[in-house]
């Protein structure tokens, strides 16, 4: 079974288990047949790895085996971050397959797909591979590939540390929030060799995710991490989303650190290795940003959200970083893919080589005042984008790349639907925090229909 809407702009999300699944097993073993025949990967092989939903190995072994019967050979790597699989598909120089539903609820699961060398696949290809894997059947060919499992994980750690001027640092105390995901696994791996005291939490593998949800744009699945860091008077806090290719950042009062401004952070530091280089952010990143890279002396490249066209971007322009702000970070060293464990480490060798504390080290970066992000659940999108777009006309430049943006002077809006979520998501900046609170509400109140007709 396949419903049309787990195929996203991205990957594949959607509900696997209850009353109403989405998508099953049957579903699974025909999308790895299709991944095969779009991606022609008869008689070669693949890498797949997947993270610790329930439901993730009956649906690997579904997928493993519809891409088996088309000729494909697959590398299972077995339990792995999202970043890990990245990773992977690099040191193997081959596609990649992840199961996973990132952030999503417990009872959903998804897959995410990548070219060798983790490029992001192309929106067509993953167009084709929905139609092909909701037609007929595809019969099996008569030279089945193979499975066979490896495990990189040490592997994955050694590569992370090569990338890190690790040395010199002063010995930081660290917490570390899994949220029963992924990060439980990978972190003792890459945090166990460095000179560092890690305080872990929720670190136990658990796809029903018992103490919070595993997304940490939302505040309160922070909380366990910013009352440890003042509990243990930790440096700093690392919270992983489920598949830990994100990282939010803590400093040591417990106070949030924007994705924006570890953006900024990590971006003055790859322009000072490599000055006039290219910084990639997507829509909604701050602007504080576009000002970092600008005193750097660097480029500076807007992208639609979304992993995919954030990946793009830099192979396009070979950029050397990209930053979301959804803590997406991604690096050209690392094939240009996301990875938030590497973040992590730069971020904490940037503290272990200052003096400072955390909140220091971002003290000097731009503030504007954001409304974060706000979902809304709407019925009609483009009537509401169209309201947007009327109640703003001639306060500022619209644009609608992504959604829709309007930028005033030393403010903007944007509202866009979500690539994973029946969601309309709401971000609004500005210079001034009254201002900013002002067309937040403004805006609302329009997209939730209170404005006035």
Same mark, same amino acid.
């Given at each position: ?7 996203k ?43 610790? &939903? ?24 077995g ?44 929106? %067509? ?9 909701m037609g ?7 030279? &089945? ?5 490896q495990?990189v994980?040490?592997?994955?750690? %050694? ?61 309160a ?5 910013? &009352?440890?860091v003042?509990?243990? &008077?930790?440096d ?50 701050s602007? %504080? ?14 992208s ?112 866009r %639907?979500?690539?994973t ?33």
């Open positions: 079974m396949l419903t049309p809407s787990i195929f702009a991205n990957d594949i999300r959607g509900v696997v288990t209850g009353d109403q699944p989405e998508w099953d097993v049957a579903g699974a073993r025909a999308v790895g047949a299709a991944f095969v025949a779009v991606l022609g990967l008869a008689g070669q092989e693949f890498v797949l790895g997947r993270d610790m &939903r329930t439901t993730g190995v009956e649906l690997a072994a579904a997928f493993i085996e519809g891409a088996v019967a088309q000729g494909a050979s697959v590398i299972d790597i339990l792995a971050s999202t970043d890990q699989l990245w990773f992977a598909s690099g040191f193997f120089d081959m596609p990649g397959v992840q199961l996973t539903a990132s952030h999503n609820p417990a009872d959903y699961n998804g897959i995410k797909f990548c070219l060798a060398q983790a490029a992001p696949i192309e929106p %067509a290809m993953l167009k084709q591979i929905a139609e092909l894997a007929p059947e595809l019969a099996p060919v008569a030279k &089945r590939g193979a499975a066979r499992s495990d994980l040490a592997e994955y750690a %050694a590569h992370l540390h090569s990338l890190v001027p690790l040395d010199g640092m002063r010995r930081l105390r660290v917490v570390y929030d899994a949220g029963n995901g992924m990060a439980g696994h990978t972190a003792p791996a890459v945090f166990g060799p460095l000179d560092i005291e890690t305080i872990g939490l929720f670190t136990e593998l658990d796809g029903s995710f018992p103490n919070h949800p595993p997304n940490p744009l939302e505040p699945n922070l909380v366990d991490a910013q &009352r440890a003042l509990e243990n &008077r930790a700093l806090a690392l919270v992983f989303d489920g598949d830990a290719d994100r990282c939010f950042i803590v400093d040591e009062r417990g106070e949030v650190v924007s994705p924006s401004l570890i953006t900024a952070l990590i971006a003055q530091q790859e322009l000072a290795r490599e000055p006039g280089g290219t910084i990639v952010i997507n829509t909604i990143t602007r %504080a940003v576009d000002k970092v890279v600008a005193d750097a002396g660097g480029a500076l490249v807007v639609k959200v979304g992993h995919t066209s954030v990946k793009a971007k830099m192979a396009e322009h070979h950029a050397i970083f990209g930053g979301e702000h959804s803590a997406h970070y991604y690096f050209r060293d690392f094939w240009g893919a996301d990875t938030g464990m590497l973040a992590g480490l730069h971020v904490m060798a940037l503290l272990g080589r200052s003096a400072g504390t955390m909140s220091e080290l971002v003290a000097g970066l731009p503030v504007f005042a954001a409304s974060g992000e706000i979902n809304s659940t709407v019925a009609d999108v483009p009537a509401v984008l169209a309201r947007l777009a009327e109640a703003f006309a001639g306060r500022g430049v619209q644009n609608t790349d992504d959604g829709l943006t309007i930028e005033g002077d030393g403010w903007w809006v944007n509202v %639907a979500s690539n979520e029946p969601l309309l998501r709401l971000n609004v900046e500005s210079r001034d925090a009254a201002q900013m609170a002002s067309l937040r509400d403004e805006a609302l109140a329009i997209i939730r229909g209170e404005a006035d007709a």
